[in-house]
């Protein structure tokens, strides 16, 4: 018999009655012949309100324990509940079921608690169960470390579980939402994305990593590695409903409708520090983004140029917003050794990328994107481009109009 893995996501799951409908998704898969394993979020909403508790139980002052192993073990039991809810529900139906925790298969992951990395799955006891005829619904988002502690994924993590366990029990994975697929871009900013019927994971991994979080990076960055078949698909269906349909991530060699532009992405969660009045010699770099990447600060765009001052610089970077104020400290702290005349951080900018594989072979795609861009008045603070994408930096006040100026110049609402 063949496996398959199922996920649903929070809105997926958010009450008793959605729980049914999954009940009645996985029914429809057991009875097509498949043994399956059901990989479950918490209900809606649910962890945001863990995280505000442990927010609120206070992070460690200077010299006291921090409590990240213990955050881990508040937020992980969102997913504790709906495990036991849908198997309960599944029993209800007739369908021999059971919960497995991260601890229980086990999902070995690394001490890195809050955005820990899987390791490791011993997937004998589960795929034992499976095989003896029982459902297995997993609670998503969470593992263990190796001296037996809860660890989980970082937020989204329940798609990197899925993926995961597909790969570990060599099954594909069905990712279950509340959209029909992956789309040429946010579906709630523009009403014009247009689903793609496939997307190939590198399209996806880059779509993910820029703010589409449809599915989590780390999930599509596994599912590429282990050649894990995935599809996104709708849970506000009944079985039957929507035959076909979703969109299927694969290898891009299977895609044989070449586009150059697949998709628009957008972050709000950036922040952008300028430092005023470097010194022009070599060091400085080393001894800035030396000191941030020892606080574990992850730095993504930057951009340096010279100033009109002789043999001085600004320099300009982004990191994540939470992680923005602490940037600025570390950068502070290194005033008196590195020497610049002033720093300022300004968090009201989002980052908008157009993403594709034909921009290997294309050349006029960032003419495009600034062109769209300029039309609009959208001035661009900060450019980063790879071999797939392209990335500005803008005022956060325009993301949408971007967004949507983006989506037309390359004409993805007529896919
Ligand atoms: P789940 O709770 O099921 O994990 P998420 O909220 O994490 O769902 O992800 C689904 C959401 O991702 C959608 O509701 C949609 O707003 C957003 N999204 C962002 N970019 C895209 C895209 N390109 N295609 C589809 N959905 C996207
Ligand atoms: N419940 C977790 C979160 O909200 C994990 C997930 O939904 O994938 O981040
Ligand atoms: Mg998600």
Known sequence: MSRLVMKFGGTSVADLERIRRVARLVNAEVQAGHQVAVVVSAMAGKTNELVAWTDGAGPAAPGLTPSDDEYDVVVASGEQVTAGLLAMTLRNMGLPARSWMGWQIPIIADDAHGRARIDDIQPEKLGAAMDAGEVAVIAGFQGVTRDGRIATLGRGGSDTSAVAIAAALGAPCDIYTDVDGVYTTDPRIESKARKLAKVSYE??????????????????????????????????????????????????????????????????????????????????????????????????????SHARTADTANMEFTVGKRDAQRAVEIVRAAQPQIGFD????????????????????????????????????????????SEIKISVLIDAAYTELAVRALHAAYGLDQL
């Open 203 to 304: 399209e996806m991994l880059e779509m993910a990593s820029l703010g589409a979080k449809v599915l989590q990076t780390r999930s599509v960055e596994l599912a590429m590695a282990y050649k894990v078949p995935v599809r996104v698909l709708s849970s506000f269906v009944e079985p039957g409903e929507a035959p076909g349909q979703g969109t299927i991530v694969c290898d891009e060699e299977e895609i044989v409708e070449k586009r150059i532009v697949s998709g628009v992405a957008y972050s709000r969660d950036e922040a952008k520090i300028s430092l005023f009045g470097l010194p022009d010699h070599p060091g400085v770099s080393s001894a800035i983004f030396g000191a941030l990447a020892d606080a574990n600060v992850n730095v993504d765009m930057i951009v340096q």
């Open 342 to 385: 002033d720093v300022a951080v300004n968090e009201d900018v989002a980052k908008v990328s157009v993403i594709g594989v034909g921009m290997r072979s294309h050349t006029g795609v960032a003419k495009s994107m600034f062109q769209a861009l300029a039309e609009k008045g959208v001035n661009i603070q900060v450019i980063s481009t």
